[in-house]
């Protein structure tokens, strides 16, 4: 079997869904496709949540309004007999009814889990539609029910693999799945989500979970590039990366991956295929075991990061300060992505200032403690690339004039990062297109 995952602007369109519906239908292996939710509508979701968190009913009523018209606009596009259009429509009842009828609901976590996930819900069971109106066989798969998340937020690839192979034996007719991204169940049995972006997740679980034979990730675009598009004017896809290379580009800001969805698949040893929907026979970048060539691959950045400064004169040629001072991080489960010390100071990086305050409180008996906020991690990421011959030099060559805060070298074979002003970051991935790339 193997999997195949749109995201949100490949099943953005009606033609875009009739157009992945010819894709899914080429193939002769048994096929799990996973569908985003179309492209502006978790977006809309989540400003529904915050305009009900905020007590604004009115506001979450508008951006239903919005949001609903927009699908019965789409499915009148979508399917054409009478029969499909009535179940569509049926389907946009069920759905946008439920969303008015939390308006009435006051406010929780769960709630708003509940309304991130009709997106989802909507994506799968439009397109199946689609699909059942072009007499092509199918099952959908309902995620919610085999796809799990510990209380740690942690998806449990065991639970995972006995649900959804219970769920595959009952239809063993059958060689199409549809299934939904991103959403799935937590410990206590409430609807949850994957986090923005974990569509990819999703399919890399399941890719792992049924041992699939390749796991692809279908975007707008031809693959992992060489900088971030979104920035930078000229970049160029990478044609193979190891897991290794994927998984620090997607945890380092590549947003074309979700940042945790590479290890499902490398631990299983399933490749992984970035391709363009818009163009399927563009080659993409094929992910595995194999770097296939030596040398600096795509520079990415990481945004929101913040630095903490931890000095102390105690530190000097004492021993089991790091542990301490790395225990207050663990207490508040807040994972420090970069490190550097020096004889008397040490400073990581974290992303996430959920436990900020508490963790500085609980650092300032160690030493004095400095905090810089609007931080970026820029990572430049390849395969052996400490063995580069001029790698530092064309580096650091490329951004002389760029105050750099920290650098991590050495941590992995895979990685250099620099801590740099988040006000720089454009120019630097700029810079760099064409000091490590001869791009511009
Ligand atoms: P999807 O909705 O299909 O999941 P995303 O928007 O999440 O798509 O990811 C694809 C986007 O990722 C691209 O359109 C591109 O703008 C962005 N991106 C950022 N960095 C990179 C990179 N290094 N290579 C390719 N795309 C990147
Ligand atoms: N729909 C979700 C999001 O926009 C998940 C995904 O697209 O991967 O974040
Ligand atoms: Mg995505």
Known sequence: ???????????????????????????????????????GTTNALVEIGNNIARGDREGARETI???????????????????????????????????????????????????????????????????????????????????????????????IKVKLSQQLEQHKDKKLFITQGYICRNAKGEVDNLKRGGSDYSASLIAAAINASACEIWTDIDGMHNN????????????????????????????????????????????????????????????????????????????????????????????????????????????IDMITTSEVAVSVTIDSSAFLKDIIKELEPFGSVEVDEGQSIISVVGNEISQTSDIIKRLFGSILNIPIRMVSYGGSPHNISLLVPAAQKDQILQQLNKGMFGLE
């Open 228 to 335: 971030d598009p979104r920035i930078v004017k000229k970049t160029v896809p990478v044609e193979q990366l190891s897991f290794e290379e994927a998984a620090e580009l997607a945890y380092f800001g590549a947003k074309i991956l979700h940042p945790a969805s590479i290890w499902p698949a490398q631990q299983y040893s399933i490749p992984v295929k970035l391709l363009n929907t818009m163009q399927p026979d563009a080659k993409g970048t094929l992910i595995t075991a194999n770097a296939a060539s030596v040398g600096v691959k795509a520079v990415a950045a990481k945004d929101n990061i913040i630095a903490i400064r931890i000095k102390s004169s105690r530190m000097l040629l004492a021993y089991g300060f790091l542990r301490k001072i790395f225990e207050v991080f663990e207490k508040y489960r807040t994972p």
């Open 65 to 159: 309004a919005k949001l609903e018209a927009h699908y019965r606009a789409f499915v009148s596009e979508l399917v054409k007999s009478d029969e499909a259009v009535a179940k569509a429509q049926q389907i946009i009842d069920d759905h946008f009814e439920f969303l008015t009828i939390i308006l009435r609901i006051s406010f929780s976590e769960a709630l708003s889990k509940d309304i991130l996930a009709q997106g989802e819900l909507l994506s799968t069971k439009l397109f199946s539609v689609y699909l059942e109106e072009q007499g092509i066989p199918h099952t959908l798969l309902p995620a919610l029910e085999f796809m799990t998340i510990d209380s740690y937020d942690e998806p449990q690839i065991g639970s």
């Open 1 to 39: 079997m193997k999997v195949m995952k749109f995201g949100g602007t490949s099943v953005g369109r009606p033609e875009r869904m009739h157009h992945i519906a010819s894709l899914v239908t080429k193939e002769t292996e048994p096929t799990i496709v996973v569908l985003s939710a179309l492209s």
